[in-house]
């Protein structure tokens, strides 16, 4: 049941990829040619429709989650990650979005009425809205289009502060410090190998120096280094037991608004323990940080971006 109320969620069926300049096909390629197919560099790819794609929000507010008035106080999406599962593979790979994208965004008013869109970071979509899922759903629609229209299977807002909860509940996680951060807390001196614990956690994935130019850039690293740790933590605490993801699925509720509900989770639980991930399956966006007239700004390269698309959500077509 879980299973199939995932692949019946998202609205469009593939990303709508197409390559800047068409490519000629052969008269063989033409004859097979099938609709949502891409070529690309000689090569034809097909969609992966067995794959599964979440989208997990670290929200910039602390305590557990509450209903506000609409306007922009939903609250900024300061951590921005897709985790794709491929079970055609059994591979886990998450794609870390720079919080500073530069996007379409959609501007509503006070009444909840859409004003206009606007290019602005990706972070500030989620500020519209009533901070539940008018908001969630507002930031999936601006990540689903910066991704081509990626079909988005579900998707988890959790507040900051739910970190040191998530952390604790797979048992703690193993970072190598990898900057002097000992004026946030003083055992985070650069080198030194660190088990993760309680508010240490969060402090390693929320704090960044926002007089810092690129601050944000090297706050996605840290959170890149800690969720390596975090997945394998995880995959072991759900060896052990399968249970603890549902145990935690409950701990956390008060501080997570999500559209995947208990019996999804159930699903997905005994399911991702077989799942394999490494270093090398996380993806971020190149591009280039820029100072805007006020913030920070990140552009995406976009063909560098085409392809990663086409290397995780795509196969090659014999």
């Known amino acids: 049941m879980g299973k199939n109320h995932l692949y019946n969620k998202p609205v469009t069926a593939q990303p709508a990829l197409q390559p800047d300049v068409e490519e000629i096909l052969t008269d063989e390629e033409s004859g097979k040619w099938q609709e949502g197919w891409v070529k690309y560099e000689d090569a034809v790819y097909a969609y992966n429709e067995e794959i ?8 910039d507010k602390k305590n557990d989650v509450e209903e506000v008035e609409e ?4 609250g900024q999406a300061d951590a921005l990650f897709l985790t794709v599962l491929n079970p055609k593979d059994k591979s886990i790979k998450v794609i870390g979005i720079n919080r500073n994208t530069m996007t379409d965004i959609d501007t509503y008013n006070n009444e909840g009425e859409y004003v206009s869109t606007v290019k602005a970071q990706l972070a500030i979509q989620h500020g519209f809205g009533n901070g539940m899922q008018e908001s ?5 629609k601006a990540v689903e289009n910066l991704f081509y229209q990626l079909p988005i ?4 807002a959790v507040n900051m502060s739910a970190v040191a909860t998530i952390n604790d509940a797979v048992g ?5 410090i990898s900057e002097d951060l000992a004026g946030v807390r003083e055992d985070f001196i650069e080198g030194d190998r660190l088990h993760l614990m309680g508010e240490n956690a969060f402090w390693y994935v929320k704090y960044r120096d926002t007089d810092v130019f690129g601050s944000a850039d090297m706050r996605l690293e840290r959170q890149k280094q800690y ?3 975090f997945i394998d933590a995880a995959k072991q605490a759900v060896h052990k037991d399968a249970s603890v993801v549902i145990d935690l699925y409950q701990a956390v509720k008060p501080q997570m608004v999500t559209d995947v509900s208990l019996d999804e989770a159930a699903y997905l639980a005994p399911v991702l323990a077989d799942y394999a991930y490494d270093e090398e399956d996380f993806y971020t966006l ?6 805007g007239d006020q913030y920070e700004e990140f552009y995406p390269d976009e063909d560098a971006m085409f392809e990663m698309i086409l290397d995780i959500f795509y196969e090659k077509v014999e």
């Open 153 to 156: 299977h579900g998707y988890a």
């Open 172 to 176: 703690g996680v193993d970072v190598v």
């Open 227 to 229: 969720l390596n740790g």
């Open 136 to 140: 969630c759903e507002y930031q999936k």
């Open 71 to 74: 306007g922009t106080d939903g």
């Open 52 to 59: 599964l794609t979440f989208l997990v929000m670290g929200i």
């Open 286 to 291: 190149s591009g280039e940080t820029v100072m």
